[in-house]
Protein backbone atom coordinates (compact mmCIF):
# COMPACT_ATOMS: atom_id res chain seq x y z
CA UNK A 1 0.00 0.00 0.00
CA UNK A 2 1.67 3.09 -1.21
CA UNK A 3 1.71 5.74 1.24
CA UNK A 4 1.17 8.61 -2.01
CA UNK A 5 -2.17 7.04 -1.93
CA UNK A 6 -3.40 7.37 1.68
CA UNK A 7 -1.96 10.43 1.34
CA UNK A 8 -3.94 11.51 -1.82
CA UNK A 9 -7.36 11.30 0.32
CA UNK A 10 -5.81 13.15 3.25
CA UNK A 11 -5.32 15.98 1.27
CA UNK A 12 -8.76 16.25 0.37
CA UNK A 13 -9.74 17.26 4.21
CA UNK A 14 -6.15 19.35 4.53
CA UNK A 15 -4.90 16.82 7.39
CA UNK A 16 -2.77 18.54 10.12
CA UNK A 17 0.01 16.89 10.37
CA UNK A 18 0.98 16.68 14.06
CA UNK A 19 2.09 14.19 16.80
CA UNK A 20 5.26 11.48 17.17
CA UNK A 21 4.85 7.54 17.02
CA UNK A 22 7.31 5.07 16.72
CA UNK A 23 6.94 1.36 17.23
CA UNK A 24 10.27 -0.18 17.08
CA UNK A 25 10.96 -3.42 15.49
CA UNK A 26 7.42 -3.58 14.53
CA UNK A 27 8.09 -5.80 11.61
CA UNK A 28 10.27 -8.78 13.39
CA UNK A 29 7.30 -11.56 14.05
CA UNK A 30 7.59 -15.14 13.18
CA UNK A 31 3.98 -15.49 11.50
CA UNK A 32 2.19 -18.96 11.11
CA UNK A 33 0.54 -18.10 7.96
CA UNK A 34 -3.36 -19.19 8.51
CA UNK A 35 -5.14 -20.86 5.86
CA UNK A 36 -7.01 -18.58 3.78
CA UNK A 37 -10.95 -18.92 4.44
CA UNK A 38 -14.04 -17.15 2.22
CA UNK A 39 -16.35 -15.06 4.48
CA UNK A 40 -19.14 -12.45 2.70
CA UNK A 41 -20.58 -10.12 5.38
CA UNK A 42 -20.10 -6.56 5.06
CA UNK A 43 -20.80 -4.20 7.97
CA UNK A 44 -23.95 -2.13 8.36
CA UNK A 45 -23.66 1.32 8.97
CA UNK A 46 -26.87 3.56 9.75
CA UNK A 47 -27.41 7.28 9.55
CA UNK A 48 -29.07 9.52 11.55
CA UNK A 49 -30.62 13.05 11.14
CA UNK A 50 -31.56 15.73 13.56
CA UNK A 51 -34.49 17.21 13.71
CA UNK A 52 -35.06 20.79 14.89
CA UNK A 53 -38.19 22.26 16.66
CA UNK A 54 -38.95 26.18 15.42
CA UNK A 55 -40.87 27.84 18.00
CA UNK A 56 -42.53 31.07 17.62
CA UNK A 57 -43.30 33.76 20.17
CA UNK A 58 -46.99 35.70 20.01
CA UNK A 59 -47.25 38.73 21.35
CA UNK A 60 -50.53 40.31 22.81
CA UNK A 61 -51.36 43.46 22.90
CA UNK A 62 -54.19 45.15 24.92
CA UNK A 63 -56.06 48.87 24.55
CA UNK A 64 -56.12 51.22 27.26
CA UNK A 65 -58.53 53.57 27.58
CA UNK A 66 -57.64 57.56 27.96
CA UNK A 67 -59.31 60.25 30.02
CA UNK A 68 -59.02 63.37 27.61
CA UNK A 69 -58.76 66.66 29.87
CA UNK A 70 -59.74 69.38 27.23
CA UNK A 71 -59.82 72.32 29.75
CA UNK A 72 -55.97 71.68 30.61
CA UNK A 73 -55.49 70.63 26.83
CA UNK A 74 -52.31 68.31 28.67
CA UNK A 75 -52.36 64.94 27.64
CA UNK A 76 -53.75 62.47 30.27
CA UNK A 77 -51.94 60.22 32.23
CA UNK A 78 -53.61 56.70 31.25
CA UNK A 79 -55.59 55.13 33.86
CA UNK A 80 -54.51 51.22 34.95
CA UNK A 81 -56.54 48.37 33.65
CA UNK A 82 -58.15 47.16 36.77
CA UNK A 83 -57.58 43.66 38.38
CA UNK A 84 -60.01 41.70 40.48
CA UNK A 85 -58.01 40.29 43.64
CA UNK A 86 -58.88 37.10 42.23
CA UNK A 87 -56.92 37.43 39.20
CA UNK A 88 -53.96 38.65 41.25
CA UNK A 89 -54.28 35.37 43.05
CA UNK A 90 -54.57 33.56 40.11
CA UNK A 91 -51.07 34.94 38.41
CA UNK A 92 -49.63 34.63 41.69
CA UNK A 93 -50.13 31.06 41.70
CA UNK A 94 -49.13 30.58 38.34
CA UNK A 95 -45.91 32.33 38.94
CA UNK A 96 -45.48 30.39 41.95
CA UNK A 97 -46.02 26.77 40.04
CA UNK A 98 -43.69 27.89 37.41
CA UNK A 99 -40.98 28.41 39.60
CA UNK A 100 -41.37 25.37 41.43
CA UNK A 101 -40.96 23.73 38.41
CA UNK A 102 -38.32 25.25 36.91
CA UNK A 103 -36.53 24.65 40.65
CA UNK A 104 -38.01 21.01 40.53
CA UNK A 105 -36.34 20.32 37.51
CA UNK A 106 -32.68 22.20 37.81
CA UNK A 107 -32.86 20.06 41.12
CA UNK A 108 -33.04 16.74 38.98
CA UNK A 109 -30.72 17.99 36.46
CA UNK A 110 -28.09 18.50 39.26
CA UNK A 111 -28.89 15.44 40.73
CA UNK A 112 -28.05 13.32 37.52
CA UNK A 113 -25.11 15.19 36.86
CA UNK A 114 -23.85 14.44 40.89
CA UNK A 115 -25.16 11.01 40.07
CA UNK A 116 -23.32 10.81 36.86
CA UNK A 117 -20.19 12.12 38.40
CA UNK A 118 -19.74 9.71 41.64
CA UNK A 119 -20.55 6.72 38.84
CA UNK A 120 -17.53 7.62 36.88
CA UNK A 121 -15.62 8.22 39.95
CA UNK A 122 -16.86 4.95 41.19
CA UNK A 123 -15.95 3.41 37.61
CA UNK A 124 -12.60 4.83 37.33
CA UNK A 125 -11.44 3.20 41.48
CA UNK A 126 -12.98 0.12 40.26
CA UNK A 127 -10.85 -0.28 37.08
CA UNK A 128 -7.44 1.15 38.84
CA UNK A 129 -7.66 -2.11 40.92
CA UNK A 130 -7.81 -4.64 37.99
CA UNK A 131 -4.68 -6.91 37.42
CA UNK A 132 -4.49 -9.98 35.36
CA UNK A 133 -5.00 -12.14 38.69
CA UNK A 134 -7.95 -10.70 39.49
CA UNK A 135 -9.52 -9.82 36.73
CA UNK A 136 -12.59 -12.47 37.11
CA UNK A 137 -13.35 -11.68 40.82
CA UNK A 138 -13.93 -7.84 39.53
CA UNK A 139 -15.90 -8.83 36.50
CA UNK A 140 -18.27 -10.95 39.80
CA UNK A 141 -17.74 -7.44 41.09
CA UNK A 142 -18.85 -5.22 37.94
CA UNK A 143 -21.99 -7.67 38.07
CA UNK A 144 -23.03 -6.91 41.59
CA UNK A 145 -22.31 -3.32 40.81
CA UNK A 146 -25.16 -3.49 38.19
CA UNK A 147 -27.18 -4.91 40.94
CA UNK A 148 -27.24 -2.58 43.35
CA UNK A 149 -27.33 0.39 41.11
CA UNK A 150 -23.70 1.43 42.38
CA UNK A 151 -22.84 1.60 38.36
CA UNK A 152 -25.34 1.64 35.54
CA UNK A 153 -25.15 -0.74 33.62
CA UNK A 154 -24.17 0.39 29.87
CA UNK A 155 -22.23 -0.56 26.97
CA UNK A 156 -19.61 2.48 28.21
CA UNK A 157 -18.94 0.68 31.08
CA UNK A 158 -18.77 -2.56 29.89
CA UNK A 159 -16.42 -1.09 26.96
CA UNK A 160 -14.44 0.31 29.98
CA UNK A 161 -14.02 -2.45 31.47
CA UNK A 162 -12.90 -4.89 29.03
CA UNK A 163 -9.91 -2.24 28.17
CA UNK A 164 -8.76 -2.14 31.23
CA UNK A 165 -8.62 -5.86 31.14
CA UNK A 166 -7.46 -5.85 27.94
CA UNK A 167 -4.67 -3.39 28.68
CA UNK A 168 -3.13 -5.38 32.10
CA UNK A 169 -3.92 -8.60 30.66
CA UNK A 170 -2.58 -8.60 27.12
CA UNK A 171 -2.07 -12.02 26.02
CA UNK A 172 -2.44 -14.01 29.01
CA UNK A 173 -6.27 -13.15 29.54
CA UNK A 174 -6.97 -13.62 26.13
CA UNK A 175 -5.54 -17.15 26.09
CA UNK A 176 -7.84 -18.05 29.04
CA UNK A 177 -11.20 -15.83 27.30
CA UNK A 178 -10.43 -18.19 24.08
CA UNK A 179 -9.87 -21.46 25.92
CA UNK A 180 -13.52 -20.95 27.24
CA UNK A 181 -14.74 -20.22 24.54
CA UNK A 182 -15.88 -16.52 25.88
CA UNK A 183 -17.68 -14.10 23.91
CA UNK A 184 -15.61 -11.32 25.49
CA UNK A 185 -12.28 -12.77 23.65
CA UNK A 186 -12.24 -10.46 21.01
CA UNK A 187 -13.60 -7.27 23.82
CA UNK A 188 -10.16 -7.11 25.08
CA UNK A 189 -8.13 -6.69 21.75
CA UNK A 190 -8.80 -2.32 21.66
CA UNK A 191 -7.26 -2.62 25.03
CA UNK A 192 -4.28 -4.66 24.66
CA UNK A 193 -3.74 -3.09 20.94
CA UNK A 194 -3.44 0.58 22.73
CA UNK A 195 -1.22 -0.77 25.37
CA UNK A 196 1.10 -2.96 23.71
CA UNK A 197 0.35 -2.84 19.98
CA UNK A 198 3.78 -5.17 19.04
CA UNK A 199 2.47 -7.57 21.26
CA UNK A 200 -1.01 -7.81 19.43
CA UNK A 201 1.00 -7.85 15.95
CA UNK A 202 2.78 -10.58 16.88
CA UNK A 203 -0.04 -12.58 18.63
CA UNK A 204 -2.32 -11.91 14.83
CA UNK A 205 0.32 -12.77 12.58
CA UNK A 206 -0.06 -16.27 14.28
CA UNK A 207 -3.70 -16.26 14.48
CA UNK A 208 -5.13 -19.60 12.90
CA UNK A 209 -8.27 -19.51 11.81
CA UNK A 210 -8.69 -22.78 11.48
CA UNK A 211 -7.29 -23.18 14.77
CA UNK A 212 -9.71 -25.93 16.82
CA UNK A 213 -9.91 -23.64 19.76
CA UNK A 214 -10.68 -20.28 17.20
CA UNK A 215 -13.05 -22.54 15.57
CA UNK A 216 -14.85 -24.01 18.41
CA UNK A 217 -14.98 -20.19 19.60
CA UNK A 218 -16.80 -18.75 16.48
CA UNK A 219 -19.59 -21.80 17.27
CA UNK A 220 -19.68 -21.23 20.81
CA UNK A 221 -20.25 -17.53 20.46
CA UNK A 222 -22.00 -17.37 16.54
CA UNK A 223 -19.16 -15.51 15.02
CA UNK A 224 -18.31 -14.72 11.70
CA UNK A 225 -14.98 -15.57 10.11
CA UNK A 226 -15.02 -11.40 8.78
CA UNK A 227 -16.08 -9.88 11.22
CA UNK A 228 -13.64 -11.53 13.81
CA UNK A 229 -10.87 -10.81 11.76
CA UNK A 230 -11.81 -7.30 11.54
CA UNK A 231 -11.94 -6.72 15.39
CA UNK A 232 -8.12 -8.17 15.56
CA UNK A 233 -7.71 -5.56 13.00
CA UNK A 234 -9.46 -2.70 14.53
CA UNK A 235 -7.31 -3.28 17.63
CA UNK A 236 -3.98 -3.26 15.87
CA UNK A 237 -5.36 0.19 14.01
CA UNK A 238 -6.47 1.67 17.13
CA UNK A 239 -3.29 0.45 18.78
CA UNK A 240 -0.92 2.36 15.92
CA UNK A 241 -3.21 5.25 15.42
CA UNK A 242 -4.94 7.57 17.60
CA UNK A 243 -7.82 6.63 16.89
CA UNK A 244 -10.05 10.43 18.68
CA UNK A 245 -7.11 12.79 16.06
CA UNK A 246 -7.22 9.91 13.43
CA UNK A 247 -7.67 12.82 10.84
CA UNK A 248 -4.30 14.42 12.34
CA UNK A 249 -2.03 11.31 10.98
CA UNK A 250 1.52 11.84 10.55
CA UNK A 251 4.55 10.55 7.94
CA UNK A 252 5.64 7.96 10.39
CA UNK A 253 2.04 6.93 11.71
CA UNK A 254 1.34 6.98 7.96
CA UNK A 255 4.57 4.79 7.36
CA UNK A 256 4.15 2.36 9.88
CA UNK A 257 0.17 1.92 8.60
CA UNK A 258 1.70 0.63 5.25
CA UNK A 259 4.23 -1.50 6.18
CA UNK A 260 1.72 -3.55 8.11
CA UNK A 261 -1.00 -3.55 6.08
CA UNK A 262 1.31 -4.94 3.10
CA UNK A 263 3.40 -7.09 5.12
CA UNK A 264 -0.21 -8.92 5.65
CA UNK A 265 -1.18 -8.64 2.28
CA UNK A 266 1.75 -10.41 1.62
CA UNK A 267 1.71 -13.14 3.71
CA UNK A 268 -1.87 -13.36 4.51
CA UNK A 269 -4.24 -11.90 2.42
CA UNK A 270 -7.29 -12.41 4.39
CA UNK A 271 -5.42 -10.21 7.05
CA UNK A 272 -4.20 -7.58 5.21
CA UNK A 273 -7.68 -6.66 3.34
CA UNK A 274 -9.08 -6.90 7.14
CA UNK A 275 -6.56 -4.40 8.11
CA UNK A 276 -7.13 -2.11 5.01
CA UNK A 277 -11.40 -2.34 5.83
CA UNK A 278 -10.33 -0.98 9.42
CA UNK A 279 -8.04 1.50 8.24
CA UNK A 280 -10.47 2.94 5.80
CA UNK A 281 -13.34 3.10 8.23
CA UNK A 282 -11.09 5.89 10.20
CA UNK A 283 -9.95 7.88 7.15
CA UNK A 284 -13.11 8.32 5.17
CA UNK A 285 -15.42 10.54 7.25
CA UNK A 286 -16.99 13.64 6.00
CA UNK A 287 -14.48 12.82 2.53
CA UNK A 288 -15.65 14.26 -1.07
CA UNK A 289 -17.12 11.12 -2.35
CA UNK A 290 -15.57 11.56 -5.85
CA UNK A 291 -12.12 12.06 -4.15
CA UNK A 292 -12.97 9.11 -2.39
CA UNK A 293 -13.84 6.71 -6.13
CA UNK A 294 -10.66 8.27 -7.18
CA UNK A 295 -8.83 6.94 -4.11
CA UNK A 296 -10.36 3.65 -4.43
CA UNK A 297 -10.07 2.88 -8.37
CA UNK A 298 -6.12 4.24 -8.06
CA UNK A 299 -5.89 0.56 -5.74
CA UNK A 300 -4.13 -1.78 -8.17
CA UNK A 301 -4.46 -4.68 -5.39
CA UNK A 302 -7.07 -6.23 -5.43
CA UNK A 303 -7.17 -6.75 -1.56
CA UNK A 304 -6.81 -3.13 -0.65
CA UNK A 305 -9.17 -2.15 -3.49
CA UNK A 306 -12.15 -4.54 -2.43
CA UNK A 307 -11.58 -3.65 1.03
CA UNK A 308 -11.67 0.46 0.12
CA UNK A 309 -14.87 -0.21 -2.26
CA UNK A 310 -16.11 -2.33 0.69
CA UNK A 311 -16.01 0.22 3.57
CA UNK A 312 -16.42 3.67 1.38
CA UNK A 313 -19.91 2.07 0.19
CA UNK A 314 -20.66 0.81 3.54
CA UNK A 315 -20.07 3.96 5.24
CA UNK A 316 -23.09 6.21 3.46
CA UNK A 317 -20.96 7.76 0.87
CA UNK A 318 -24.07 6.59 -1.59
CA UNK A 319 -26.94 6.79 0.21
CA UNK A 320 -28.27 9.78 -1.48
CA UNK A 321 -28.18 7.78 -4.42
CA UNK A 322 -27.94 3.82 -3.33
CA UNK A 323 -28.43 2.91 -6.90
CA UNK A 324 -25.26 4.32 -7.72
CA UNK A 325 -22.98 1.92 -5.60
CA UNK A 326 -24.13 -0.58 -7.93
CA UNK A 327 -22.80 1.38 -10.90
CA UNK A 328 -19.42 2.65 -8.79
CA UNK A 329 -18.73 -1.35 -7.60
CA UNK A 330 -19.07 -2.35 -11.65
CA UNK A 331 -16.53 0.45 -12.74
CA UNK A 332 -13.75 -0.89 -10.60
CA UNK A 333 -11.06 -2.79 -12.46
CA UNK A 334 -10.83 -5.52 -9.92
CA UNK A 335 -13.26 -8.74 -9.68
CA UNK A 336 -12.53 -8.81 -6.43
CA UNK A 337 -13.47 -5.53 -5.41
CA UNK A 338 -16.28 -5.46 -8.02
CA UNK A 339 -18.12 -7.96 -6.13
CA UNK A 340 -17.31 -6.97 -2.66
CA UNK A 341 -18.42 -3.50 -3.76
CA UNK A 342 -21.70 -5.50 -5.14
CA UNK A 343 -22.16 -7.39 -2.01
CA UNK A 344 -22.19 -3.78 -0.05
CA UNK A 345 -23.89 -1.78 -2.71
CA UNK A 346 -27.06 -4.43 -2.50
CA UNK A 347 -27.09 -4.81 1.07
CA UNK A 348 -28.25 -1.26 1.23
CA UNK A 349 -30.39 -1.69 -1.57
CA UNK A 350 -32.66 -4.06 0.72
CA UNK A 351 -32.67 -1.76 3.96
CA UNK A 352 -34.31 0.49 1.58
CA UNK A 353 -31.69 3.52 2.07
CA UNK A 354 -33.08 6.84 1.29
CA UNK A 355 -36.73 5.32 0.54
CA UNK A 356 -35.46 2.96 -2.17
CA UNK A 357 -38.18 0.08 -2.48
CA UNK A 358 -36.25 -3.34 -2.28
CA UNK A 359 -39.30 -4.80 -4.41
CA UNK A 360 -37.83 -3.55 -7.41
CA UNK A 361 -34.05 -4.35 -6.49
CA UNK A 362 -35.51 -7.79 -5.89
CA UNK A 363 -37.35 -8.10 -9.50
CA UNK A 364 -33.96 -6.91 -11.03
CA UNK A 365 -32.20 -9.85 -9.00
CA UNK A 366 -34.76 -12.47 -10.56
CA UNK A 367 -34.23 -11.11 -13.97
CA UNK A 368 -30.22 -11.78 -13.50
CA UNK A 369 -28.35 -14.24 -14.80
CA UNK A 370 -27.03 -17.16 -12.09
CA UNK A 371 -23.23 -16.27 -12.36
CA UNK A 372 -20.72 -14.86 -9.62
CA UNK A 373 -21.48 -11.30 -9.55
CA UNK A 374 -25.40 -12.27 -9.13
CA UNK A 375 -24.45 -14.58 -6.24
CA UNK A 376 -22.02 -11.89 -4.54
CA UNK A 377 -25.30 -9.43 -5.31
CA UNK A 378 -27.64 -11.83 -3.79
CA UNK A 379 -25.04 -12.20 -0.74
CA UNK A 380 -25.36 -8.35 0.12
CA UNK A 381 -28.95 -8.92 -0.48
CA UNK A 382 -29.83 -11.24 2.16
CA UNK A 383 -27.69 -9.83 4.85
CA UNK A 384 -29.63 -6.64 4.18
CA UNK A 385 -33.00 -8.15 4.73
CA UNK A 386 -31.40 -9.72 8.48
CA UNK A 387 -33.26 -7.34 10.88
CA UNK A 388 -36.62 -6.63 8.43
CA UNK A 389 -37.15 -10.03 7.50
CA UNK A 390 -34.79 -12.81 8.84
CA UNK A 391 -36.90 -15.47 6.25
CA UNK A 392 -36.66 -13.48 3.29
CA UNK A 393 -33.20 -13.65 4.02
CA UNK A 394 -32.71 -16.99 4.12
CA UNK A 395 -34.44 -17.61 1.15
CA UNK A 396 -32.59 -15.19 -1.14
CA UNK A 397 -29.43 -16.30 0.36
CA UNK A 398 -30.81 -20.06 -0.89
CA UNK A 399 -30.98 -19.18 -4.05
CA UNK A 400 -27.07 -18.44 -4.74
CA UNK A 401 -25.72 -20.81 -7.35
CA UNK A 402 -22.64 -21.73 -6.34
CA UNK A 403 -22.89 -24.52 -3.77
CA UNK A 404 -19.91 -23.28 -1.54
CA UNK A 405 -20.77 -19.67 -1.57
CA UNK A 406 -24.59 -20.71 -0.78
CA UNK A 407 -23.82 -23.05 2.02
CA UNK A 408 -21.55 -19.86 3.77
CA UNK A 409 -24.07 -17.34 3.13
CA UNK A 410 -27.14 -19.40 4.89
CA UNK A 411 -24.37 -20.35 7.69
CA UNK A 412 -23.27 -17.08 8.31
CA UNK A 413 -27.21 -15.44 7.76
CA UNK A 414 -28.26 -17.77 10.07
CA UNK A 415 -25.59 -16.79 13.14
CA UNK A 416 -26.44 -13.34 12.26
CA UNK A 417 -30.41 -14.63 13.38
CA UNK A 418 -29.18 -15.90 16.15
CA UNK A 419 -26.96 -13.11 17.77
CA UNK A 420 -29.13 -10.12 16.51
CA UNK A 421 -32.79 -11.71 16.74
CA UNK A 422 -32.89 -13.82 19.62
CA UNK A 423 -36.57 -14.35 19.22
CA UNK A 424 -37.65 -14.61 15.28
CA UNK A 425 -40.79 -16.44 13.92
CA UNK A 426 -40.52 -19.25 12.77
CA UNK A 427 -38.28 -19.95 10.32
CA UNK A 428 -37.67 -23.09 7.57
Not at 352 to 369: D, I, K, S, W, Y
Not at 377 to 395: E, I, M, T, W, Y
Request: charged share 30%; proline share 4%.
Amino acid sequence: MKKSRILLLLSFAGVVVVGFFILAGLLSPNPRVGDESTDDLPKESATAQDSLTNLSVVSISQEIEQKTDISSGLKPEPNPTPHSRAEDEENSDEEDATEITEAKEDAEQLAEQSEAVEEKEALDQFLAEVTPENWRQARTELLSAYKDGTITKKSYAENKFWDKVGEVGGKKVADELLNDADSAYTKVLNGWGKADPQSLFDYFSKLDLKDSKIQNYLEQTNNRELPFIDQFSSGLVDGLLDAKNVEKIDDIQLNHMSEVVDYFVESDPLKGESLMREFTERVIKNRDLEGLKKWVSEYEEPELQAATAQRVIESGAFDEEPLEAVEFANSLASDKAKRTGLSSAYARLASGMNGHNPNLTAQELNAMENGTDRDFALNGFAHGLVRSDPKAALQWANSISNENFRKVVTKNISKRIKVELPNPKELP
